[in-house]
């Protein structure tokens, strides 16, 4: 038989979808900034934004619609969002570009100086409105250190104290 | 000179300088403890059975190799109203094995699905805080489905019952008196099941609803109780169908009448018996021009007259007759929604049909690509492996899974409702097509036991889609363009990289049972695939793999291989040593990780250096005691001198000139090419496996040169090996694995000078500055 995807796993008697996004977040020392790479099926993303805005995006095709990158960044500033020490935290929404089935979007959150970082706290939400069976992988990276965490809709907030 | 001296410094140039630098850390240190053979090159004895007769070393069964064979003479109905199936069976079970069986196992796929089924209750699952109100009523509200063989009788030849006991998904026939080695056995069974949705329960086999006609589309396996297999390697294989290991089944002939609608299309396993009583004169007429047709396929059934027979749900009954030989299962596919078309493909001598079955909502997506694929797997496959021995390859469309059987299989490929789809829908439906087609070859054939070894066929078969992926697209430029060559999401080493390079503690090793590991898609499919694509392409060549993997295929076509018969008969027609390969990509979860440390440029001196100046201190030994030395100043060290720079070894070394005088001739020293540069390179491997040492060095001028080093490099050092290069000109560069085919997972490590590496995202920020 075949599986659909690297994020897919079996279940039961035969293939599952699995719903599943990654998201990166490196802190870049030399820009003092949290680089963040969050990947999505891209199935999923073009679903979510067609039940939520309407939006027939036609993603990674060549008549992907030209809306839908401000579609995109909307649904992220709905649905991800990031505290430093206590506070909500403004990100850029870079772009997205798409590696086989999978959306890659890039978020840059600046200005963190390491020392004075005491927490952060990532609220992770993507696609929790449209499947209940989502996870959304978090891996945070600094200074050669990782912590991960997997949110789902019932627990959808990671947090880290450095 | 005294010759004691001259002795001792003989030995000293022998032995060399591993085991001075072996001295000095041993007397750091306390002493170490012993140790078993840990090397990576070691054997794989202790991993590997014991060949035998039944399997021999050479990786070919032996000469007392067996197999067992089970006939199925079946009577099938379907019941479409009631979405029922309903069979008898006569099952003739041959024990060509050397042991009397006190009893035999047959399996019960279907009950993996019966309200008390074990499967549901095979995985952990924790209390949520909070359930959303649906998900708990699924979970917690709904009856589940009443699937599940129901047997009706069980029969011995004489028609008396058998007595049987049924556990979860086998069933064991306890036969009176034990079948002796050489006999046979003839038993029946009736049973009937409820079909399953597959779309919405997802499963292999079962019905899709298309509400808006009120049809159903059947793809049916598993759908019988089947012989289990009897082997000299697991006895009987009775490992419960839990859902994820799929199938061992053996090798038989097989009679099937199947009745359905008399206005289903309905293909199968097997060769038509009756083909006049179920086609019209029309469809008889397209299916000979079909057979004729060798470049495109040729419409059997057209889709008007698909649409057509959706409003009819005939109340009479058709009955289909297949015979098959030497296959391994059973399946089939029905609707009145079926669209149907074939072609030819010339296989040797023969001719095999390409033919796809399809529903009006897989168009126009499968009329232009579905039987192409077939035929382009037929043909690649086969000059890979053997020439496909069927006389026919259906692909079915099914909405959402890709799932094999002998000559059949489904895939999913649906395009949108107006009939656009994206170039996803497309490639993904092109690649499962060529990957269920390929099934055909690895399990179905080279029938290795997917109950025990998922990887043994879908890592083989997910290897060979590569290759054909690869054929199709140079095939059919126009279906993948712009691309220029098919965009194949397994078989390249630097897509398996985020996999191997992951969380360990979620990774297991390939040779693992696909019910216990964490990713079955990268553990049986992407791993193994790109293994073997690593081991064509950069470890033995193209042409040495290739000749290994069709007498592997050769060897095992229509028999039961093991994985060692695979690991063996590669060796064995290669001359290639490849148990360390094997070790670390299929024993282990190690991962390639191959760097260049360092690098010490070194200039030809007359004098002695330091060290030099030490070990002869130490030893009482003056340079008139030595014989003539020619020595390495390293450029960073005391040694070094400015004016030993830009001259060659023999202005700078008077012993080398002297030494050049006595023995060489005038023209030979005129021709002799003195190098002028000296470098020691020293190269780290983090990663656990061995791979050959892929290096490119650039020197001033511009030009590379490539030098591989085998992989056995690494034999007696595991961590680091050091090499001396010398050279006319002035290196400035140092690349390892420059056109990364090994799957490397660090590749900040891999040059020299160091380069400064963009991570994807400060490429991704450059880009979008323009």
Known sequence: MVLFGFLMLMSFVTVHKYYLSVTNMVYSEKNNTFQITSRIFIDD???????????????????????????????????????????????????????????????????????????????????????????NVVHIKWNGKQRSFVLIKENNKGMLNF | MNKFKYLFVSMLFLVGAMAVAQEEEEAKDEKKPGHYNENKFKQLYEEFSTPNTYRSASGAPGPDYYQQRADYKMNIELDDKNAKMYGEETVTYYNNSPDDLEFLWVQLDQNVRAKDSKSPLRNGNGVNFAYTAGNFANTYLSEPFDGGFNIEFVKDANG????????????????????????????????????????????????????????RAYVIAQFFPRMAVYSDVEGW???????????????????????????????????????????????????????????????????????????????????WKFKATNVRDYGFATSRKFIWDMQAV?????????VSLYPKEGNPLWEEQSTKAVAQTLETYSKFTFDYPYHKAISVHAKNQGMEYPMICWNYGRPNEDGTYSDRTKYGMISVIIHEVGHNYFPMIVNSDERQWGWMDEGLDTFMQYLTEQEFGEKYPDVIAPNSNYPSRRGEAAKIVPYMGGDQSHISPIMSNPENVYQLGPNAYGKPATALNILRETVMGKELFDHAFKTYAQRWKFKHPTPEDFFRTMED?????????????????????????????????????????????????????????????????????????????SETSQNLKEFMMDNMTETERTQVKEPKYFYEITFDKPGGIPMPLIVEYTYADGTKENITYPAEIWRKNDEEVKRVLSSQKELVGIVVDPKQETADIDTTNNSWPKKEEKSGFDKFKENIKG
């Open chain 2, 346 to 354: 010339k296989m040797g001598s023969k001719d095999v049909m390409a």
């Open chain 2, 160 to 215: 008396k019952p058998l007595s049987y006991t049924i556990n979860q998904t086998m069933m064991r026939l306890n036969i009176p008196k034990p079948l002796k080695s050489g006999e046979q056995i003839s038993f029946s069974i009736k049973w009937w099941y409820n079909i399953n949705d597959h779309v919405n329960g997802r499963g292999r086999s079962g019905y899709e609803f298309f509400p808006e006609d009120g049809n």
């Open chain 2, 573 to 649: 027609a290669s001359a290639v040593d490849l148990d360390w390969y094997w070790r670390g990509w299929f024993y282990t979860t190690d991962y390639v990780d191959i760097g260049v440390k360092g690098i010490k440029k070194y200039y030809v001196s007359s004098k002695p250096t330091k060290e030099m100046e030490k070990y002869m201190a130490d030893r009482n030994l003056t340079e008139a005691d030595l014989p003539p030395l020619v020595y390495l100043a390293e450029e960073d060290s005391e040694d070094f001198a400015p004016e030993l720079e830009g001259k060659v070894p």
């Open chain 2, 237 to 319: 294989q009775n490992h419960q169908f839990w859902g994820s290991g799929e199938f061992a089944l053996p090798f038989g002939n097989y009679d099937v009448s199947i009745t359905v609608p008399a206005d289903h299309i309905l293909d199968a396993t097997g060769e038509l018996q009756n083909r006049d009583d179920v086609f019209s004169k029309e469809m008889m007429k397209r299916f000979k021009q079909a057979k004729k047709s060798f470049d495109k396929p040729v419409v059997i059934v057209t889709q008007e007259e698909a649409e057509l027979a959706e409003k009819g749900f005939s109340d009479k009954k058709k009955t």
């Open chain 1, 45 to 135: 993303l073009e679903q979510v934004l067609e039940e939520r805005y309407g939006i027939d995006a036609k993603l990674a095709t060549s008549n992907e619609a030209k809306i839908s990158d401000v579609y995109v960044k909307k649904y992220f500033q709905t649905k991800f969002a990031i505290e430093v020490n206590g506070e909500l935290a403004k990100y850029a929404f870079l772009g997205k570009e798409y590696e086989d089935d999978v959306v890659i979007c890039y978020l840059e959150l600046p200005h963190i100086n390491l020392p004075d970082l005491q927490s952060i706290a990532v609220q992770n939400e993507i696609l929790t409105d449209l499947f209940d069976e989502q996870q």
